[in-house]
Antibody, heavy 119, light 110 residues
Framework: EVHLVESGGGLVKPGGSLRLSCAATGFSFSSYNMHWVRQAPGKGLEWISSISASSIYINYADSMKGRFTISRDNAQNSLFLEVESLRAEDTAVYFC????????????WGQGTLVTVSS | HSALTQPASVSGSPGQSITIACTGTSRDIGNYDYVSWFQQHPGKAPRLLIYGVNKRPSGVSSRFSGSKSGNTASLTISGLQAEDEADYHCSAYIGSRSLIFGGGTKVTVL
């Protein structure tokens, strides 16, 4: 069974940084593209970034370029998202997703990890 | 790319059919047949309902169907049930392994 478990969220002061993790089990992690999206309280989903299976291709939403860094460790079946210079508007639940099909849109998402940016 | 446009809310009575529209542009929905729909209950992860405009993953009820015309994709829920009360999100591929989402639609079963 496919399982994606995000971790690393919490309460952070403005200007701080975080490293979010996504642990994958139940599938061949190294074979599939991965994505991060976020959801601010009461809002819709917002795409952040994607990374190809071998990390050759990395893409970011224009609004996320500069402060967000996606990476993966296929040996550890893990996906990461580093966020710097955190702002109040970065407060959200962050989800990781895996693309199994051919549409480039994730088929399966984890339960998410909450990041709260507040002083 | 701006976010896709969805109505904030749609409601219907049990047994009725409802349709949620997701409007984009010729650079996203109009350019690729890669549109997905997700259902999300409060505090839960998004669940894939439709991919590739109109395909259902195994395990998803046939009451959910998707379509596309021009720059607008649609999700129809037929035979509305109480358990369908949730938020629904559309997503489109915009090239270079990049995506955009709609703002989400809250479905209320009256």
């Amino acid at each position: 069974e496919v399982h994606l478990v995000e971790s690393g969220g919490g309460l952070v002061k403005p200007g701080g940084s975080l490293r979010l993790s996504c642990a994958a089990t139940g599938f061949s992690f190294s074979s599939y593209n991965m994505h991060w999206v976020r959801q601010a309280p009461g809002k819709g989903l917002e795409w952040i970034s994607s990374i190809s299976a071998s990390s050759i291709y990395i893409n970011y939403a224009d609004s996320m370029k500069g402060r967000f860094t996606i990476s993966r460790d296929n040996a550890q079946n893990s996906l990461f998202l580093e966020v710097e210079s955190l702002r109040a508007e970065d407060t959200a639940v962050y989800f990781c997703g895996v693309v199994f099909g051919t549409t480039e849109i994730p088929d399966y998402w984890g339960q998410g990890t909450l990041v709260t940016v507040s002083s | 790319h701006s976010a896709l446009t969805q109505p904030a809310s749609v409601s219907g009575s049990p047994g009725q059919s409802i349709t949620i529209a997701c409007t984009g542009t010729s650079r996203d929905i109009g350019n690729y047949d890669y549109v997905s729909w997700f259902q999300q209950h409060p505090g839960k992860a998004p669940r894939l309902l439709i991919y590739g405009v109109n395909k259902r993953p195994s395990g998803v009820s046939s009451r959910f169907s998707g379509s596309k015309s021009g720059n607008t994709a649609s999700l129809t829920i037929s035979g509305l049930q109480a358990e369908d009360e949730a938020d629904y999100h559309c997503s489109a591929y915009i090239g270079s392994r990049s995506l955009i989402f709609g703002g989400g639609t809250k479905v209320t079963v009256l």
